[in-house]
């Protein structure tokens, strides 16, 4: 059973950082995908930025651009999402996703950020 454990989320003031963490286990694919989405209040799940295994090539979402980054330590199934020059735009529930190389998703918990003004 596939399993990603988040942690990291919390309260911060605008302008401040967080560090999300997503732990995976359980899988037996070799290549993936693993990355981060976020839901805010009344609005749709979006991507927030992804890397892959295979390549390293990373995603980030246009909002988060120069604020964000993403990394892995494949060693231990672990990616990390450094949020910097955070805002209040930026809160939400952020979920860690990974992704096969079939293009199974597998989701985790959620992890709730809050940023106040």
């Known amino acids: 059973e596939v399993q990603l454990v988040e942690s990291g989320g919390g309260l911060v003031q605008a302008g401040g950082s967080l560090r999300l963490s997503c732990a995976a286990s359980?899988?037996?694919?070799?290549?993936?995908?693993i990355g981060w989405f976020r839901q805010a209040p009344g609005k749709e799940r979006e991507g927030v930025s992804c890397?892959?295994?295979?390549?390293?090539?990373?995603y980030f979402a246009d909002s988060v651009k120069g604020r964000f980054t993403i990394s892995s330590d494949n060693a231990k199934n672990t990616v990390y999402l450094q949020m910097n020059s955070l805002k209040p735009e930026d809160t939400a529930v952020y979920y860690c996703?990974?992704?096969?190389?079939?293009?199974?998703?597998?989701w985790g918990q959620g992890t709730q950020v809050t940023v106040s003004s």
């Open positions: 890397i892959s295994r295979g390549d390293g090539s990373t």
């Open positions: 996703l990974i992704r096969s190389e079939a293009l199974l998703d597998y």
């Open positions: 359980g899988f037996t694919f070799d290549d993936y995908a």
